[in-house]
């Protein structure tokens, strides 16, 4: 009964995903696909590795571009959502899991994501879904596995450099199952790996391009069908100065009604995780899981401060988060009674409704049941355009 339910929930996830990416490939959405075709660095934007393999695909077989692009996203969407059940299907219990499951700033948030869901994220979400399910069903592999990983990322990397913020997770299943894999450890070569995760890194923020290189990709993007909104100036956000920064983060937190919201998200988001409370403490029992999941944080707020669209890092970050607790699959002690924990679901879910207004997610100006009827409007548009065809 349990697995069908949670086969059931991912289904739904599934389709829900499949429904918004088939939207955003007839409408030819510049960030839901064409986004996928290039990659941000040092303030230019090139195709990344990612753009460039999409590119040569369609050279070769003459399919239609953006087609590659939706299906390529949705593959790896629906790679990650299939190792999150996995890995949640052989957790002894989920009913700690119930709030997490259902919170908007997990699964939903790219459901409820009105202008860039579905994004570059999914590549280090399906591969740390990958690797924690892996780890708890065998933690004897943590080593082998985190390897495995780490050979993966530079290519996610080359991508997009941000998904560098959310690297250090990978190491989390690690730091914890390391005492039961068996002799040798090879620690030298999985410190190599990530001095080559460090240098790819770099490399990227680096290789600046030309201004030249950026005309020509922005153009071939516009030829596509996908050109970019406001692209003269948005994709140079990494070029601005720093004191233009400053300036901007303080205008921005002299908005109240948004900076309220900033700052409370952060206490809100925490009460999905309090079921999951002991299960916290022993992913996070081991101080180089503590400083992984710090330094991504710390990672998480630089970007934070460098992009405007802070939701969709915050998600990033929870996301990672969330799925480090997956890799441990011993009972979880309850720290509250059934009763207390659907008073704290209603308390919580009352409680983002007044937290609503998120960068770019469906109701930014409204709060509460609006919405989520803005957001149910907005899918129940999607399926009516599709009918109509």
Known sequence: MRRWLLRSYFGFLALLAAIRLYDA?????PWIVGDWLIHYAGGFVRRGLWGQGLYEVSQWTGLNIGALAALSTGSVYLGFLFFAYRGLAQQPTWRAFWITLTAPFLFWFPVLDVQGAYRKESLIFALYAWLVQGVARAPASAFRRTEYALMLLPALLLSHEALMAWAPFLLVPLAHAWPKTPEPRPWGRLLALVALNGLVWVATLAARGTAAHEQAILHALQQAGYALPYADHAIAWLDVTLAYQWHYQIERWRQWDVAWR????PGVASVAFLPLVERVRRVYATWPARVAAGLSAFMTVVLMFVAKDWGRFAHAYAMMFFLSLLSRREPIPL??????????YGLFGLGYGLTWQWHHVHGFRLTGLQAWEAALEFYANVLHRGLGE
């Open 335 to 344: 720290v509250m009674r059934p009763r207390t924990l659907w008073i704290l």
């Open 262 to 265: 900033m700052l409370i998200f």
């Open 25 to 29: 490939y007839r409408l030819r959405h």
